[in-house]
């Protein structure tokens, strides 16, 4: 009976240690490293290509010139790492998670206003990186051959 336990737990092992991939095919999801572009596979952009295109999207959605974007540049970046911390210190509590996102939000709203000047594009800036996600989102589907995304009314 021992010996068919031994077996059994033996086997056990066996299987699921070849069920795991490879390490060569073992990635980690915040690793950034200059080997790891390589394997990223054909037709995907690196971190880099994506961040320039977001610069890009973002300038062009709300129409920056070069004064409003040398200033709004460092303003947004600032607000990023505050909504980087936010949700790496209250992911645990929602209510808290949320509040801490309104006021970040907040003040991004206040420490634009003498950069761009209109509550309309102060608002267009405040929903930009949604938009920038959602048609990012839209174009991985489209890329991997996933079905087109739904219309919403």
Do not use: C
Request: zero cysteines; charged letters at 35%.
């Amino acid at each position: 009976m021992k010996y068919l336990l031994y077996t059994l737990a033996l086997s056990m092992v066996m299987i699921t240690t070849n069920a795991q991939r490879p390490p060569e095919k073992r990635s980690r999801p915040n690793e950034q490293s200059e080997h790891n572009d390589d394997k990223r596979g054909p037709g995907r952009p690196s971190r880099a290509n994506i961040e320039m295109f977001k610069t890009k999207f973002i300038t062009d959605q709300l129409a920056l010139t070069p004064q409003e974007a040398e200033a709004f540049w460092p303003v947004y970046n600032e607000y990023k790492n505050s909504m980087r911390a936010v949700y790496k210190e209250k992911k645990e509590n929602e209510i808290e998670l949320q509040e801490a996102v309104l006021t970040v939000r907040k003040k991004l709203a206040s420490a634009l206003k003498p950069i761009l000047k209109s509550d309309t594009r102060i608002n267009d800036a405040l929903k930009v990186d949604k938009e920038f996600l959602k048609k990012a989102r839209n174009e991985m589907t489209r890329r991997h051959g996933g079905p087109p995304p739904a219309k919403r009314d």
